[in-house]
Nanobody, 123 residues
Framework: QVQLGESGGGLVQAGGSLRLSCAAS????????MGWFRQAPGKEREFVAA???????NYGNSVRGRFTISRDNAKNTVFLQMDSLKPEDTAVYYC?????????????????WGQGTQVTVSS
């Protein structure tokens, strides 16, 4: 059974930073493209970042240059470093496993989801 557990969310002021972690189990972690999505109230789930098995990363337009995704295959963990946070970054952030190899993956094509962690950025 695949399980993804996010941590690291919270409340931060605009301009601040947070680091999200996602611990995975029940899958051969190193073989999966991993990623993050987010969903704000009343909005659709949005692609944030993905990292391939070879470490290649790509980002959604709204976070490129501010967020950094990384992975530690020895610890079955993927990270999202979020810097220069803005109030519009406020959302529930979801860890995802099994993303397709496209630049902007759609939520419906994701294999597995975590339960989400709340990130709130105050102005």
């Amino acid at each position: 059974q695949v399980q993804l557990g996010e941590s690291g969310g919270g409340l931060v002021q605009a301009g601040g930073s947070l680091r999200l972690s996602c611990a995975a189990s029940g899958l051969t972690f190193s073989a999966y493209r991993m990623g993050w999505f987010r969903q704000a109230p009343g909005k659709e789930r949005e692609f944030v970042a993905a990292i391939s098995t070879d470490g290649m990363a790509n980002y959604g337009n709204s976070v490129r240059g501010r967020f950094t995704i990384s992975r530690d295959n020895a610890k079955n963990t993927v990270f999202l470093q979020m810097d220069s946070l803005k109030p519009e970054d406020t959302a529930v952030y979801y860890c995802a496993a099994g993303l397709p190899y496209v630049a902007n993956p759609l939520p419906r094509n994701v294999g597995y989801w975590g339960q989400g962690t709340q990130v709130t950025v105050s102005s």
